[in-house]
């Protein structure tokens, strides 16, 4: 079974022999509505097996274009040059969070291969502009959001924007769960999933924005009370990539042009108290109407 479908302007083309697989892709990757412009596609060719356990992914090995992956009753790997990638799993687990996991991986090597720079962020949407409050793990990126979402704003991403500098500035988003610690969201329904060593509730998003073509950037701070001052964009970038986490450092090169492209009109620094609706309710009488120049 082939199908077509589109995200971050791009076409995805997907071969699979399994029933299940094929309508988990429905529902999982044609939410855009967004007409694609482009002519790059990304083909990827999913086969199932009668491995008959849960699928686990042990090892990631990037080698300059190339990604490979390999572990329990799972094995792929992607190719950035031509643009594929192709993946082997278990039928039983043609669906749910692991195939997510497994397909998010290929298919943003392959996206962020192809344009899409990824930053290290959450975004909000105010007014159609993406906030886009950037910051290292442990900043409140996603604390920020889950308080964004709580009062009615719509999310473009909890943890990571992919920034399309090229034919104009625009930001995608993934619909994914955000995940917090439990303790940050005790209102909040939600499995908990192993996130980079640490659990955290799955948190389903209620409003979701896949693009923005417009956006302020935030670098994130910490302190006793809620503030927002102006940054010089130079500062901004040189902050945001002077330690790049695992993954976001392959990308040390194309960073600050993107960077750069996101601080057009300036940048500004968020400092944080312990309540993140705080700065929430800050940003948004700061950035209302259409205001953004940070100088």
């Given at each position: ?42 083909y ?18 990037v080698?300059?274009p ?7 009753g799972v ?15 278990p ?80 930001l995608?988003g ?9 303790s ?33 950037l ?46 057009a ?19 948004r ?11």
């Open positions: 079974m082939l199908t077509v479908l589109h995200m971050f302007d791009l076409q995805l083309i997907f071969k699979t022999d399994s029933d299940d697989v094929f309508s988990y892709l429905i529902n999982s990757y044609s939410s855009s509505s967004y007409t694609c412009k482009t002519d790059v596609s990304i990827v060719v999913i086969s199932t097996s009668d491995f008959d356990e849960e699928m686990s992914i042990d090892t990631i090995t080698d300059g190339h990604l490979s992956l390999y572990g329990r094995r792929g790997g992607a190719d950035a040059i031509s643009k594929r990638a192709w993946c082997e799993v039928r039983r687990c043609a669906s749910g969070p692991q195939m997510r996991e497994l397909l998010d991986i290929l298919i943003l090597f392959l996206a962020t291969r192809s344009g899409r720079v990824p930053l290290h962020a959450s975004a909000i949407v105010l007014d159609g502009t993406a906030i886009v409050l950037a910051g290292r793990s442990g900043a409140g990126k996603s604390t920020l959001a889950l308080a964004a979402a709580r009062a009615g704003l719509a999310l473009l991403t909890d943890d990571t924007v992919y920034i399309q500098t090229s034919p104009r500035l625009t995608w993934l619909k994914r769960p955000l995940h917090v610690f439990a940050d969201a005790p209102f909040a329904e939600g499995p908990l999933r192993l996130r980079a060593g640490r659990w955290k509730k799955a948190v389903e998003v209620p409003r979701h924005v896949g693009r923005a073509q417009r956006a302020i935030c670098v994130l701070d910490r302190g006793e009370d809620v503030t927002l001052s102006p940054v010089a964009a130079d500062d901004a970038t040189a902050v945001l990539t002077a330690a790049l986490e695992p993954g976001f450092d392959h990308f040390r090169a194309e960073l600050p042009a993107a960077l750069g492209a996101l601080a009109d300036g940048a500004w620094r968020l400092t944080l108290s312990d309540d993140p609706a705080e700065a929430v309710a800050l940003l009488r700061t950035f209302a109407d259409g205001r953004r120049a940070a100088g």
